[in-house]
Every structure is written in C-alpha cells, then in structure tokens.
C-alpha cells in the first residue's frame, strides 16, 4: 500500500478541496488527481464527486479514510520510533557492569541517560566482568563496563580503556589498625575481610564477609573490624568525617584498577550503547579529576 497515496486521500477528505489538499500535502493539484485517480483506477472505486457545491466524499471514500487514518497513525508513530532509536532515546538497552562500578558509576549513569532518553527502556545486569562474558556471548547484554584485568586475554571480545580507578585498604575510623602509620600485611591478615567476590588462595585465612552490594560491604565494615578493599571515590563522605579510614600497608600499595567497556568484536553497536558508553567515560573523567 503506498501511504502517500493514502495521505493524499485522507487530505482531500479533510479539506473538502482538492486544492487545499495539494497545497497542505507540498505538491501540485494536478499531482495530486492523478495520485488518487490510480488509486480509484486500481481498486475499482470512485473516492469522492466533485459539483458545483465543491467536493464530497462517497461512501468508498469514507471506507478508505476510515482505515487509511490508523495505516497513517501507525506509520508515523513508526518513523517517530525509529528516529528516537537512532538518537539512542528509544527501544530496550540491557547492559551489565561490576559490583564497584555498579554503586559508583551506576546511579549518574541511569538518572544521566533517563533523562536524556526517557522512552528508553535500560535493563543492568550486576556481577563480576568475568561472569558477565556468558551473558554477553549469549546476547543477554550488550557491553559490560568494568575492570579490564579479568577479560585481556579473552578472545572475540574488543576492550575500551576508559580510564583508571583508584583502590585503598580501608577500615572503620575505630579500628585497631587506623591508629597505626603503618600496617604490616601480617597485620592485615589478622582481620576478617569484606570483599565482593571469593578469592582462592593457598594461605590460611581469618575469615571473610562477602557480598557484590558494595553499600551493604560499607556498613558492614563501619560495624565492624573488617578491613575492605575499594575505591575513595565511593567513600569519600566516610573518609572526610574519620568514619572511614585508608590504610597504608607495606608492600601492598594498590594500583589503579583499569575500567573499561567490552563488547563483541566485530558487532555494530546500537545507538544507546553508543550513549551509554559516552555517559561512562564522562563519569569516569568527572572521577579522575576528583582522584587528582
């Protein structure tokens, strides 16, 4: 069905007017006779008489128009969506992202692309990056946001570097370690830990706390003597009133963690990954000024 034709029909039967039809549709009257004299030639039917008393519609006419107005509503919510897809403000977006980064990033970036899209719909997925490649392989997401050091040898994935994240040793303001200048990794291990993930090792162990909700990991190390590996930037409030507190441990100074954006290689990305990646490295830039 050509839907220009069709709107050529439904102008006429608004305005009354060939005329006026052709002028509100941007195209010549004689254009537009011929437009809908092939379509009455066609289907076999006289769309509308036209007299002294101008023109009026048949009752074939009022048949078309009655389901051409619906075809036309249908078409242009379609190219509506279709372009707020391609701006990325439209359509289904799922992703996955770490534990750290989830309470970090993950709160800018939904309220940031929400506002900027709010016809999207946005799906997250929080695990570790390593146990996010099943879901990424089976296309239950599109792009993982997370640390690199997990996935850098995985194939037919490509990784995007989007800058670094600082790790501390960090424990309650009243914990035994936080008044001392420095901290022994003896010392340390004499402590229960707070992590998100279970480490394997072949050294014996005080014990462990482990949760992938980093907000849940804070309040248990502020109850507690558990000491904790994470970022400042998610505890700088905690860190500005001495209820939180860095360690410094000999020989176990923390590197920046490298956060990163990994999708399938060779895909093409979709208009709101592209967004949400952008989103991303904004955020991690705002936190990299804050690091100094």
Same mark, same amino acid.
């Given at each position: 069905?050509?839907?220009?034709?069709?709107?050529?029909?439904? &102008?006429?039967?608004?305005?009354?007017?060939?005329?006026?039809?052709?002028?509100?549709?941007?195209?010549?009257?004689?254009?537009?006779?011929?437009?809908?004299?092939?379509?009455?030639?066609?289907?076999?039917?006289?769309?509308?008489?036209?007299?002294?008393?101008?023109?009026?519609?048949?009752?074939?006419?009022?048949?078309?128009?009655?389901? &051409?107005?619906?075809?036309?509503?249908?078409?242009?919510?379609?190219?509506?969506?279709?372009?707020?897809?391609?701006?990325?403000?439209?359509?289904?977006?799922?992703?996955?992202?770490?534990?750290?980064?989830?309470?970090?990033?993950?709160?800018?970036?939904?309220?940031?692309?929400?506002?900027?899209?709010?016809? /999207?719909?946005?799906?997250?997925?929080?695990?570790?990056?390593? $146990?996010?490649?099943?879901?990424?392989?089976?296309?239950?997401?599109?792009?993982?946001?997370?640390?690199?050091?997990? /996935?850098?040898?995985?194939?037919?994935?490509?990784?995007? $570097?989007?800058?670094?994240?600082? /790790?501390?040793?960090?424990?309650?303001?009243?914990?035994?370690?936080?008044?001392?200048?420095?901290?022994?990794?003896?010392?340390?291990?004499?402590?229960?830990?707070?992590?998100?993930?279970?480490?394997?090792?072949?050294? &014996?162990?005080?014990?462990?706390?482990?949760?992938?909700?980093?907000?849940?990991?804070?309040?248990?190390?502020?109850?507690?003597?558990?000491?904790?590996?994470?970022?400042?930037?998610?505890?700088?409030?905690?860190?500005?009133?001495?209820?939180?507190?860095?360690?410094?441990?000999?020989?176990?100074?923390?590197?920046?963690?490298?956060?990163?954006?990994?999708?399938?290689?060779?895909?093409?990305?979709?208009?709101?990954?592209?967004?949400?990646?952008?989103?991303?490295?904004?955020?991690?830039?705002?936190?990299?000024?804050?690091?100094?």
């Amino acid at each position: 069905m050509d839907l220009t034709r069709l709107r050529h029909i439904v &102008a006429v039967a608004d305005t009354l007017s060939f005329s006026r039809a052709a002028e509100q549709q941007n195209i010549t009257q004689p254009a537009l006779s011929r437009s809908i004299a092939a379509f009455e030639s066609r289907h076999g039917l006289k769309l509308f008489d036209r007299g002294r008393g101008g023109v009026t519609i048949t009752p074939a006419g009022q048949f078309v128009v009655e389901r &051409a107005r619906p075809m036309l509503r249908a078409s242009d919510e379609f190219t509506r969506n279709v372009r707020l897809y391609s701006e990325g403000a439209a359509g289904r977006f799922a992703f996955g992202i770490g534990p750290l980064l989830a309470s970090v990033l993950l709160p800018q970036l939904g309220s940031r692309l929400l506002t900027a899209s709010p016809h /999207l719909e946005v799906a997250t997925l929080v695990k570790s990056p390593g $146990d996010l490649l099943a879901n990424l392989f089976e296309d239950a997401i599109e792009m993982i946001i997370g640390n690199s050091w997990q /996935l850098s040898d995985h194939p037919g994935i490509m990784i995007e $570097d989007i800058g670094p994240l600082d /790790l501390e040793h960090v424990v309650r303001g009243g914990h035994p370690l936080a008044r001392l200048d420095k901290v022994t990794p003896e010392q340390l291990a004499a402590y229960p830990a707070a992590r998100p993930v279970r480490y394997t090792s072949g050294s &014996a162990e005080p014990g462990a706390f482990i949760c992938d909700n980093f907000h849940v990991l804070r309040e248990t190390v502020l109850a507690s003597d558990c000491t904790w590996i994470t970022t400042p930037a998610f505890v700088r409030d905690n860190l500005a009133d001495g209820s939180l507190k860095v360690l410094d441990v000999e020989g176990l100074a923390m590197g920046p963690s490298r956060i990163c954006i990994v999708t399938l290689a060779g895909r093409t990305r979709s208009p709101a990954a592209n967004m949400i990646a952008d989103l991303a490295r904004q955020a991690m830039a705002d936190i990299a000024m804050q690091q100094g």
